[in-house]
């Protein structure tokens, strides 16, 4: 083994960074070779392997500086693995620091660090480990070929140059000297200032934004989007990238256009030196230039290099030329005097002119130079290509915006002091003194000419060809962008049909789709040949995007999430904030109509995702403001005094799993929905493990967003049903966001069930009020579980972790779980039927639906089903693997949205009408009824509101509300019928009637008594020898512990002593039932006011008794108990 070792040891050499072992700091080179600093993500470009066969270690030494490989030894059958864990198995099972342990999950280079199970748990599955490590390695291998000629640019190639190129454009040569001539040099100067102020914010902003975390392809969009969200970023990604595609057109025509005028000159021509040889020349152009960004960018790149090398020429050509001055008198007669102070002063002061069909001012003049300052973004718009983003965006775009902006203030101080305003261009005019008199119209000059820097020129033809390598670099810069952020948004499917383009070719994963859309979206725009009308729009769509990523920033720094972290530190939160009203403002002074059209397009593009609501987390800051004015309201709410005005009803509903009982979950969300918090408690008996416990969650949420439910779900394990519903009750909610109703289903199943579950049942109920909650319990006339009998698509096909050596009884069975899922709501189904955890899933769920009636294991009136899998006893991955078969093509068969469709049988069939009908009982429209209130004792007033507030739900909204009270004698029939009609009307609820009983002592007939007595016959007990009441003596820890608890019937038998002590409360229960079958037999909904079960003096089966006489066979019936506080007033 040492030998095995020190051979392993030996080979051992150390990471290079690429496979040629060069690399340049600079970032000039223009591909990189080898590792790669992107992940490969939801199908990405790959970027390096997280390991290569070199770093892979045997021994303590090795392991601390390779904490991702991993080795297969075998000695004595015994085998060791060190994948993504360092010194496992031979120092420690901890993972040393390494950033793969950071990664997304998906990446191919994530590394997994153990889990708290593998850490705390006593030993470690080591087959799963085994098999995690084997598929890791395949896939890095992979990652390692795909990536290995990955063309990766420098922040020289990749941002500096697009930036520049796409900065210099037309504008500097052909209006930058109208500019001056309009507004002077001072104002001149101030708008390009003032426009170099808004790019170089942005530009500061974008640097905060991909300084904070690795910044992936999609560049605006990526940003934008993963800073404010999918909603934000996908409408800013849409318009930027349609900006960008006729943004290849615009530049292209402006190509051809330049090339009419210089044919013009020679007398040459196409067609007609118009439109038509626009068009020729455009088409020709723009399949050259796809021709070159299909091939690959490196010749995109090497084409922007030439480009830009002609465009630096021209420039120096300009100054050389504004130095050496005019060359003879026809230069003079147009206007180039040569630099001349007196010109300067002259040309320093504005002089707005009416031009173009407008009376030109500061705000026209700007808003026609501004576009010439935009083009920032094309660095960013590649950040897929770039070798390091987070360092070449800041550095390339902040350094193109000093350059040009220096550049173009360079050029007008030179325009204003070398090029007279006005020149007829006339030789006489010069010798006569009158080069500036244009009563007969001027064309040379400042205001008349865009041949301005041609003329100044040293070589007049350089310009032309700055020009057409300004307009083809721009082109090329928006032919490369579009496609690029067009394949990231379409990536992330948060728009319909758009997949296609989402997909990437080649090595560099091209967007060809993408490419192939702009191309036509371009070569119908030329074909137009008509963009004076369209360019104001695209510049109004990219101050869209400067504006959103200044406001990204804004939002990040003033939210202050613990991840917004960037490394750029020479920004601030409030000056973005400036930019980005700065670029909303330049919007509207450009041209307010194009800025509303911007908005719209906007706006619709946003509603569009917030209706898909796309399922994706991104940790945008917008998730990190929900938090925050979450926390911000409830510490607020925390010190706001309770008023009985703002009671409202928050309930805890203890519904074990949510899908398993629809019609307990719609009552309760019919009373909270736009009005209170509601929360779903599901308790289990035995403990689960995290992912275990990750997975109810989310598949319970998942259900109740499928069926358009807001409510909350909380779990809770290793614990019995009663003293974990006290933990939900205690420890639900937070802050004035608590609950203080608690909703239960009725017991149904409570005179056959084990008495244990019986008094924890009872239990609950105690342990409500004592806590001076509210307490309600429902019942349906066919029940509230339908487990066995509805498919549960998102409960069970829960994944059941592999069972690891010595920690079986640490994991709890499918069957296990899902039998004491049920005990949340009525324990004794838990153990009803005799539960083991060796009996299989389905015969579990016979034993659940217990819960729903109390003998038969299908609801009465529903047509006899078979459960799941009912003939089965198959093993447990056997019955969870036909379950997920099923809940996998209910999901893909089946559109959501009607009851139809979110309810079928295990089998996947729809159920019948009847079953249907019940499983949706309080999601149906009620037709026209009554809701029969008894309100028999004073509450607080909660008997009453819950009704009435059912009644302003649109399901119950046909419904009236007749109340029922109680009257000490006959003699105060009116009088108690006014009073309550009266009390009524103040509290300004509606009714329909007030019915006042009267007769509520009198004895109750023998069936209703023959009744009762057969309800508590198996729990009655005589006080003779046999069958003796015992007290048993319990361990108390205070007071309040040793008086609650001094006695207790162990055995729930209901004595002699009892039933005397009780008879008159027994008996007005009986009257009770004989009144409610009189008067409220056919009503839709009865609430009546919960009996009191004074503790020491009633036991549970006696008590349920009671409430089995007042709810047997009738419609649904809630009762309810308030805490005896106020809920209603009369006060204003």
């Known amino acids: 083994m040492t030998d095995v070792l020190s051979k392993r040891n030996r080979f051992k050499v150390d990471r290079v960074t690429t496979k040629g072992g060069n690399s340049e700091d600079d970032g000039d080179d223009s591909s990189e070779k080898g590792n790669s600093s992107e992940a490969i993500e939801m199908g990405e470009r790959p970027g390096s392997a997280a390991s290569n066969d070199g770093e892979r270690a045997s021994s303590p030494t090795a392991l601390l500086s390779n904490a991702n490989t991993y080795m297969t030894m075998n000695d004595n059958s015994q085998r060791t693995y060190a994948a993504t864990k360092s010194l496992r198995h031979q120092l420690t099972r901890e993972a040393l620091p390494r950033l793969d342990n950071y990664r997304n999950i998906l990446s191919i280079q994530a590394g997994h660090r153990p889990t708290l199970d593998e850490l705390h748990n006593a030993t470690?599955?080591?087959?799963?480990?085994?098999?995690?490590?084997?598929?890791?390695?395949?896939?890095?291998?992979?990652?390692?070929?795909?990536?290995?000629?990955?063309?990766?640019?420098?922040?020289?190639?990749?941002?500096?140059?697009r930036c520049l190129l796409n900065i210099w454009g037309v504008m500097l040569f052909l209006r930058l000297s109208w500019v001056v001539g309009q507004a002077g040099i001072g104002e001149g100067v101030i708008i390009i200032t003032l426009a170099c102020v808004v790019t170089t914010i942005t530009g500061l902003s974008?640097?905060?934004?991909?300084?904070?975390?690795?910044?992936?392809?999609?560049?605006?969009?990526?940003?934008i989007s993963r800073s404010l969200g999918p909603d934000f970023g996908a409408s800013i990604g849409v318009i930027f990238a349609v900006a960008n595609a006729v943004a290849v057109a615009m530049y292209t025509i402006g190509f051809c256009?330049?090339?009419?005028?210089?044919?013009?000159?020679?007398?040459?021509?196409?067609?007609?030196?118009g439109v038509n040889d626009v068009r020729i020349i455009g088409t020709i152009t723009i399949i050259l230039l796809t021709g070159i960004v299909v091939i690959g960018l490196e010749w995109e790149t090497k084409a922007q290099i030439v480009l830009l090398g002609i465009l630096i020429v021209a420039q120096v050509a300009f100054v050389i030329g504004s130095i050496m001055g005019p060359m003879d008198d026809s230069e003079k007669a147009r206007g180039f005097v040569g630099y001349s102070g007196e010109l300067f002063v002259e040309n320093l002061g504005p002089d707005y002119q009416y031009s173009e069909g407008k009376e030109h001012s500061f705000f026209t003049v700007f808003s026609v130079f501004f576009p010439a300052a935009t083009g920032i973004l094309a660095g960013a718009n590649i950040s897929g290509d770039l070798k390091d983003p987070q360092n070449a965006i800041p550095k390339g775009t902040i350094l193109a915006i000093v350059i040009t902006s220096l550049t173009y203030v360079g050029f007008a101080i030179i325009c204003g002091a070398t090029m007279m305003r006005q020149a007829t261009g006339n030789i006489e005019d010069l010798y006569n003194g009158t080069l500036t008199n244009c009563t007969e119209g001027c064309d040379w000059g400042l205001q008349n000419s865009f041949q301005v820097i041609e003329l100044v020129s040293a070589f007049g033809p350089l310009i032309y060809a700055g020009c057409f390598a300004a307009t083809l670099s721009s082109a090329l810069a928006s032919l490369v962008s579009a496609p690029k952020v067009f394949q990231a948004l379409c990536k992330d499917k948060l728009y319909p049909y758009l997949g296609p383009f989402g997909r990437g070719y080649g090595k560099n994963n091209e967007p060809v789709n993408g490419y192939i859309l702009t191309f036509i979206i371009a070569l119908g725009c030329i074909i137009i040949a008509e963009l004076n009308a369209i360019a104001p729009l695209i510049s109004n769509f990219f101050l869209a995007a400067y504006g959103l990523v200044n406001f990204s920033t804004f939002h990040a720094e003033l939210v202050k999430p613990v991840g917004w972290r960037p490394t750029f530190k020479y920004y601030n939160g409030w000056l973005s904030l400036v930019g980005a009203i700065l670029c909303l403002a330049v919007m509207f002074l450009m041209n307010w109509p194009t800025a509303l059209v911007t908005f719209g397009c906007l706006f619709a593009l946003y509603l569009v995702v917030i209706y898909r609501k796309p399922d994706v987390n991104w940790g945008s800051s917008t998730q990190a403001q929900t938090y925050k004015a979450a926390l911000n309201s409830i510490q607020e709410l925390v010190h706001i005094e309770e008023h009985v005005k703002n009671y409202r009803p928050q309930i805890l509903v203890l519904s074990g799993l949510p899908s398993a009982r629809p019609p307990l979950i719609d009552f309760?969300?019919?009373?909270?929905?736009?009005?209170?918090?509601?929360?779903?408690?599901?308790?289990?008996?035995?403990?689960?493990?995290?992912?275990?416990?990750?997975?109810?969650?989310?598949?319970?949420?998942?259900?109740?967003?499928?069926?358009?439910?807001?409510?909350?779900?909380?779990?809770?394990?290793?614990?019995?049903?009663?003293?974990?519903?006290?933990?939900?009750?205690?420890?639900?909610?937070?802050?004035?966001?608590?609950?203080?109703?608690?909703?239960?289903?009725?017991?149904?199943?409570?005179?056959?069930?084990?008495?244990?579950?019986?008094?924890?049942?009872?239990?609950?109920?105690?342990?409500a009020f004592d806590i001076y909650l509210s307490l309600a319990i429902l019942r349906a006339p066919e029940g509230l579980d339908f487990s066995g009998l509805i498919a549960e698509s998102y409960i069970t096909p829960?994944?059941?972790?592999?069972?690891?050596?010595?920690?079986?009884?640490?994991?709890?069975?499918?069957?296990?779980?899902?039998?004491?899922?049920?005990?949340?709501?009525?324990?004794?189904?838990?153990?009803?039927?005799?539960?083991?955890?060796?009996?299989?899933?389905?015969?579990?769920?016979?034993?659940?639906?217990?819960?729903?009636?109390?003998?038969?294991?299908?609801?009465?009136?529903?047509?006899?089903?078979?459960?799941?899998?009912?003939?089965?006893?198959?093993?447990?991955?056997?019955?969870?693997?036909?379950?997920?078969?099923?809940?996998?093509?209910?999901?893909?068969?089946?559109?959501?949205?009607s009851r139809e469709n979110l309810f079928t049988d295990p089998s996947g069939n729809p159920l019948p009408k009847e079953l249907l009908n019940n499983v949706t009982l309080f999601q149906r429209k009620q037709k026209k009824g009554i809701i029969d209130v008894w309100w028999l004792y004073d509450d607080g007033g909660l008997t009453l509101l819950l009704p009435y507030i059912l009644t302003t739900r649109p399901n119950w909204s046909s419904c009236k509300l007749r109340v029922f009270c109680l009257a000490n004698r006959k003699e105060e029939l009116d009088s108690e019928q006014r009073r309550m009609a009266a009390m009524l009307s103040k509290f300004r609820i509606d009714f329909s009637d007030v019915i006042v009983i009267t007769d509520i002592t009198k004895k109750a007939s023998e069936s209703t008594r023959n009744y009762f007595n057969g309800l508590i016959k198996n729990f009655v007990k005589n006080e003779d020898g046999q069958g003796k009441l015992s007290l048993k003596p319990l361990v108390w820890t205070s007071y309040l512990d040793y008086r609650d608890n001094l006695f207790r019937w162990t055995d729930a038998r209901i004595t002699e002593s009892e039933m005397i002590a009780l008879r008159d409360k027994t008996n007005r229960h009986m009257r009770l039932r004989e009144q409610l079958l009189l008067h409220s037999k056919t009503s839709n909904l009865i609430v009546m006011t919960l009996p009191m079960p004074r503790k020491g003096t009633v036991t549970a089966p006696l008590y349920m008794a009671w409430l089995e006489l007042l709810t047997a066979n009738m419609p649904p019936f809630l009762l309810v108990r308030g805490n005896q506080t106020s809920v209603l007033t009369f006060y204003s």
């Open 124 to 161: 470690i599955h080591e087959k799963t480990v085994h098999s995690s490590c084997v598929v890791l390695t395949r896939l890095e291998k992979t990652a390692e070929v795909v990536s290995d000629n990955l063309v990766k640019f420098g922040w020289i190639k990749g941002v500096l140059v």
């Open 206 to 223: 974008m640097s905060a934004i991909s300084t904070n975390g690795n910044i992936k392809g999609g560049g605006t969009y990526y940003m």
């Open 257 to 273: 256009e330049s090339l009419n005028d210089l044919l013009k000159t020679y007398d040459l021509k196409i067609i007609d030196n």
């Open 668 to 767: 309760s969300y019919s009373i909270c929905k736009h009005l209170s918090m509601m929360v779903c408690g599901h308790i289990v008996k035995n403990p689960l493990n995290q992912r275990l416990r990750s997975s109810y969650t989310q598949r319970m949420y998942h259900w109740l967003r499928d069926h358009k439910i807001k409510a909350f779900y909380s779990l809770a394990d290793n614990t019995g049903f009663k003293e974990g519903a006290q933990a939900l009750m205690q420890l639900s909610g937070l802050g004035k966001m608590k609950p203080n109703l608690v909703l239960m289903g009725y017991k149904r199943d409570w005179n056959v069930c084990p008495e244990d579950d019986l008094n924890a049942y009872f239990g609950v109920i105690h342990a």
């Open 798 to 897: 829960i994944p059941v972790p592999v069972a690891v050596p010595g920690e079986q009884d640490a994991i709890p069975t499918v069957s296990a779980d899902v039998a004491d899922v049920s005990a949340s709501l009525k324990p004794s189904a838990s153990t009803a039927s005799g539960w083991s955890e060796k009996k299989t899933l389905n015969r579990s769920q016979e034993s659940l639906h217990s819960h729903g009636s109390s003998a038969e294991q299908t609801p009465p009136g529903t047509p006899a089903m078979k459960r799941a899998n009912d003939s089965q006893a198959g093993s447990l991955a056997g019955s969870t693997a036909v379950v997920n078969h099923t809940g996998l093509g209910l999901k893909k068969n089946k559109k959501k949205g």
